[in-house]
């Protein structure tokens, strides 16, 4: 079977579908992969959020590439962790289960300062990792609160889409395009992403594919990097879409967004949720951006000049753990970054932020030993979970 076969499968209209062709897939197996204990990856995004995978499709992909674990992690959603935990039963994998939430900075000293957030100001992305299966219910109810909030936000950027592209005769319905591409009816979140997915949908609709690259330059000033011009001019790849999608984030994306505000939880906030549900809150490093790994990002300035300010404010106000992905950083970034955490005594948790086809589910820089605490902390958590079981 292709990998879009299987695909097909695993995304399954109901959980209970997708489950059990996992269990076929898995029982028609000649041999297992093999499980590359360097690595792991507790940051995969799935279709609660953006992604192309259900829970049980993250978990199989993951498990093909050679994850021996995995971890769930959508925005504004733990719909998919009790699926997801399942998924890993079967495929016999360790599994943790969190979700990613904006957090606003206001009433602290980096509230005019741009942190981890390539969009907005004072507003950080903040990890809450290994949440207990006891605190599923209660996360989700309110999260999806947050999620709804966040679509009076996203109707009105989808205004600012189609206010931008009515000159070419392209426009986007939130209820008909943006909301049947998202799983927001069974608890998920829309993103911004679901927005210029929906988008590069229709440019490709009217223009075809072979003239997007066309488009991009000439109608909306757009020219990308060589590498991706080189991808959007493989009109046969499979991937095609969510490379348009990265350039629509990069470069559009700024044009049509709107602030955040009263779906954010504060700081404090923050910190009171991540105890009463039991889970691990960690800063989301992301570091001065120079070539965009997704191509989705970029060149811009973050948190690196103040780096040590910020760790050492968000450890004082109860954050507990620091998160971050060795492949997007320099050493010199990620030198500097654990030995902070290593000084106010931050746990370390890393993960690839998973949400798109083209992206492997493995960091090869977790190979390298200075990072195998990263590894040994993934296990932790899974252990950590077992007893809810």
Not at 56 to 69: D, H, I, K, M, Q
Not at 111 to 127: I, L, S, V
Not at 187 to 199: I, K
Request: with cysteine.
């Amino acid at each position: 079977m292709t990998k879009l076969e299987i695909l097909d499968l695993l995304n399954a209209k109901s959980a209970e579908e997708r489950l059990e062709n996992l269990r076929r897939l898995i029982a028609s197996e000649t041999s297992a992969p093999e499980v590359k204990s360097e690595y792991a990856n507790n940051h995969i995004h799935t279709k609660y959020s953006f992604s192309p995978y259900s829970p049980t499709a993250a978990v199989y992909f993951a498990r093909s590439e050679g994850l021996g674990t995995c971890g769930i992690m959508d925005h504004d959603s733990i719909a998919g962790a009790r699926e997801f935990r399942e998924a890993g039963k079967i495929a016999r994998m360790g599994t943790t289960c969190g979700f990613e939430a904006r957090v606003s900075l206001k009433g602290t000293p980096f509230e005019n300062r741009r942190t981890n957030h390539p969009d907005q100001k004072g507003a950080a992305y903040m990890a809450f990792h290994s949440v207990p299966c006891e605190s599923f219910d209660k996360a989700q109810k309110k999260l999806h609160g947050l999620a709804a909030l966040r679509n009076v936000r996203n109707r009105k950027m989808t205004d600012k889409v189609n206010e931008i592209m009515r000159p070419y005769g392209i426009s986007i319905d939130f209820e008909k395009d943006v909301l049947p591409l998202s799983w927001y009816e069974q608890g998920g979140s829309v993103t911004e992403r679901h927005l210029l997915y929906a988008l590069s949908l229709k440019i490709i609709d009217s223009v075809g594919r072979e003239n997007v690259l066309a488009f991009l330059k000439e109608k909306l000033g757009i020219t990308p990097s060589e590498k991706i011009q080189a991808r959007l001019n493989d009109t046969q790849s499979e991937h095609f879409t969510y490379d348009l999608l990265g350039v629509m984030k990069s470069e559009l994306n700024e044009r049509v967004y709107i602030p955040a505000d009263e779906e954010m939880l504060t700081l404090k906030q923050a910190v009171a949720f991540a105890g009463e549900i039991g889970a691990t809150l960690c800063y989301a490093y992301l570091g001065d951006i120079g070539d965009s790994v997704t191509g989705d990002k970029k060149s811009q300035k973050f948190e690196d000049d103040f780096l040590e300010e910020l760790l050492e404010y968000l450890r004082a106000e109860g954050v507990k753990g620091v998160t971050f992905m060795p492949s997007r950083n320099t050493v010199a970034q990620l030198d500097r970054l654990m030995g902070l955490c290593d000084k106010y005594g931050f746990t370390q948790i890393s993960g690839e932020d998973i949400n798109s086809s083209r992206q492997s589910f493995i960091c090869k820089e977790l190979a390298d030993p200075r990072f195998r605490h990263l590894v040994d902390a993934a296990w932790r958590l899974v252990k950590s979970e077992i007893r809810e079981d």
